[in-house]
């Protein structure tokens, strides 16, 4: 493969993968301006975001089978086509709950991006440059959240908030026609697959039954929860309680992501050193002080906007550590179903922040305790569970091609 094609390659699955950050976090900015033209709260704009991870949950399942039965770019044209028209539907929404319908079918449409990217990288690259590959996409991944609500303040501020959509449809189409034409079909359809309800559940369900995946699958997700808590709540916490603009808005929510994705780079340096269980046990650790220090603080009133900034990046750095290896222990003991494993990976991780952005629009109204809340209480549960679930896990050593010793670990 020539540098010229493999920059075009890269650059291509970049553009698929960086589609779900930037409608997530682009409109952020603008809740305060969608909740006056819709004659409703910004709690209740909040959900709308709830709607978009549920509906990122449900297509991490859904195009899994589809791009091994059809292709990867069949169903990958769909799904851009949906989340092209959902867009434009947004531009034009005159009231909340078409609003929340509309974000969560644009959900569905963008997962085709999200998942095909992560399929095509397999089919184009040799193995040995795969970790090399996801690493460039993990940064895109990294860098939209920082770009993404900068970009989205000043668009706000300026041209409204409608025009945000207008610039999502306008990727969505850049998205479209660029994967047309630079992918290659990588993938023989395989007709053998099916996608009889039954098949696919009972192949998920052997895949919660290993208590490795199901230990560190809920804890990293719930755990990860709190992330999504942050992103619903961001826009009542600073903008309505705080009262920053929408730029603003925008740059502090790209300062809070430079911890994020510093304690994800900084996590490879220390697996040099300890193993991904000793990492994920010290991260939990250390997010359920902050985040019990951060309740106290917030129940006794003394936090001002800059004390809360600490208490959040603070928070925020825990899950830069915590994601990336939890993520590599649920999918460590698969090798045939890996695919299926990181779909169901995802959807639990994505499902559960959908119901943690749910309750921020539901109880975070004029205070910023409950977002500390519920942050403190999914942090302690994913604790209890990792705790919980370790004492079930075993550690598979092959001995020989022909025996196995098990221990537990």
């Known amino acids: 493969m020539t540098k010229a094609r493999y920059f075009k390659l890269i650059l291509t699955l970049g553009s698929l993968t ?11 900015p603008g809740f305060a ?3 006056d033209d819709l004659n409703t709260s910004v ?16 297509g ?17 044209f769909i799904g851009l086509l949906v989340y092209i028209l959902a867009s434009l539907g947004c531009v034009f929404v005159k009231d909340i709950d078409t609003f929340i319908g509309l974000r969560f079918i644009q959900a569905v449409g963008s997962c085709a991006a999200t998942v095909a990217s992560v399929s095509m990288v397999r089919d184009l690259f040799p193995v040995k440059d795969i970790p090399k590959v996801f690493s460039l996409l993990m940064l ?23 025009t945000v959509f207008f610039i999502l449809m306008c990727m969505g189409i850049f998205v479209l026609l660029t994967a047309q034409i630079v992918l290659p079909n990588t993938y023989k359809p395989d007709t053998s697959i099916s996608l ?5 559940l009972n192949n998920f369900i052997s895949i919660l039954k290993e208590p490795q995946f199901y230990t560190y699958a809920f804890t990293g997700a719930i755990a990860f929860s709190g992330l999504f808590t942050y992103v619903a709540a961001s826009p009542i916490l600073f903008m309505d309680i705080y009262e920053v603009d929408a ?44 985040s019990i220090t951060f309740l106290l603080l917030s129940l006794n009133n003394v936090l001002g906007l800059y004390g809360t900034l600490i208490m959040l990046f603070l928070f925020l750095g825990c899950l830069g550590f915590t994601n990336p290896n939890t993520a590599g222990l649920t999918l460590a003991p698969f090798s045939r179903n890996a695919g299926s494993a990181s779909a169901l990976m995802g959807a639990i991780q994505l499902g ?6 749910f309750a921020v629009g539901v109880f975070v109204k004029n205070s910023m305790t409950p977002i500390v809340v519920i942050m403190t209480t999914t942090t302690l549960l994913a604790f209890i569970i990792l705790v919980l679930g370790k004492r079930t896990i075993k550690k598979t050593i092959a001995t020989s091609p022909d025996e196995e010793i098990t221990i537990v670990h």
């Open 140 to 162: 895109v991944v990294g860098l939209s959240p920082m770009l993404a609500p900068t970009i989205g303040g000043y668009v706000t501020s300026y041209f409204g908030w409608h």
């Open 247 to 290: 730029k603003t808005y925008g740059w502090i929510f790209a300062v809070m992501s430079i911890s994020f994705i510093g304690a994800s780079q900084l996590n490879s340096l220390f697996l040099r050193k300890f193993t991904s269980e000793q990492m994920v046990f010290s991260a939990i650790i250390m997010q359920s002080i902050i």
């Open 33 to 35: 301006g969608i909740a």
């Open 196 to 200: 009889k309800p039954k098949p696919i």
């Open 60 to 76: 991490q399942l859904l195009y899994g089978p589809l791009l091994d039965r059809f292709g990867r770019k069949k169903p990958l």
């Open 352 to 357: 559960l922040g959908g119901l943690a952005s």
């Open 18 to 28: 960086a589609l779900g950050p930037f409608s997530i976090d682009m409109y952020l």
């Open 43 to 58: 709690s209740n704009v909040a959900l709308s975001l709830s709607s978009y991870f549920i509906g990122i949950s449900a």
